[in-house]
């Protein structure tokens, strides 16, 4: 990282986990509680809003609750020390960017902006939404949160960027994230192919970690990086 300085960083919902916001999969995840079929996809979203939305109510008020972690701070830190230029995320919580983290492409967009699908008004989460309650757009619509859901597209810029900067970056990390979910499980392939290193952060091993990974650090998100943090502040230490 100190050499090639180029870093770029793919994050999931792991680096949140110690913000008390759950992952998606393995025990406690969401998807354990609700099945994605029937409460995450466009489809779904269209045939039933009112159920989808209690799904979505928890998912507004846990990220609603949640503060940046070490390891959110450690990304904002490592961007102002000019190690890292950019955290391509698959969270929809925010939490990158209230660390401090300036250049943060949203791959699966915001919870904090809800759409209306029929007239594609916006309005702040905040102003629309009430626990309890199904948010309505001014044409009477129910409102979805601005997130993409199974069946959706990737916003294009949030993708083409996301693709750039895995093609010209020198490293590429990976924390947090299962790698389960396409199109973002192919950002570490295209970073790897462009002649990136990629280095994976994550307590257990994925589909990346004996095909595409160069470096497995085996840990939580606030852990790893918080020493990452404190071997680039300090390279005197005598780590390489
Ligand atoms: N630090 C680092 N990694 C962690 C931590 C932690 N404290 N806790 C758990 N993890 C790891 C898990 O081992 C797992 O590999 O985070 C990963 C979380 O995986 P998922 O729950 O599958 O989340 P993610 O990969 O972000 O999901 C991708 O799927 O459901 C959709 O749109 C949703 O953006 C999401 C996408």
């Not at 389960?180 to 462009?194: L, N």
Request: hydrophobic content about 40%.
């Amino acid at each position: 990282m100190a050499e090639r300085r180029n870093v770029v960083a793919l994050t999931g919902a792991g680096i949140s986990v110690e913000s008390g916001i759950p992952a998606f999969r393995g025990t406690q995840g969401l998807w354990e509680k609700y099945d994605p079929m029937e409460y995450a996809t466009l489809h779904a979203f269209v045939r039933s809003p009112r159920k989808v939305w209690e799904m979505l109510s928890e998912m507004v008020s846990v990220c609603g609750d949640a503060a940046p972690n070490a390891a959110h701070k450690g990304m904002a830190a490592l961007e102002k020390r000019g190690v890292v230029r950019a955290v391509i995320t698959q969270n929809v919580d925010g939490l990158h960017q209230a660390a401090g983290s300036r250049r943060v492409i949203e791959y699966h967009g915001n919870m904090e902006t809800l759409v209306c699908i029929s007239c594609w008004k916006r309005y702040p989460t905040r102003e629309r939404w009430r626990p309890g309650t199904v948010p309505l757009c001014d044409c009477t619509e129910i409102l979805k949160p601005d997130v993409v859901l199974f069946g959706e597209p990737i916003p294009w810029l949030a993708q083409e960027q996301a693709e750039e900067e895995a093609r010209t970056c020198g490293v590429l990390l990976v924390i947090g994230t299962s790698a389960q979910v396409s199109p973002a499980c192919d950002i570490p392939r295209i970073a790897k192919e462009s002649g990136a290193a990629v280095i994976e952060i994550n307590p257990e091993p994925t589909s990346l970690t004996a095909s595409v990974t160069d470096l497995h650090l085996q840990g939580t998100a606030s852990e790893v990086l918080g020493c990452l943090v404190g071997l680039l502040r300090n390279p005197a230490n005598g780590h390489p």
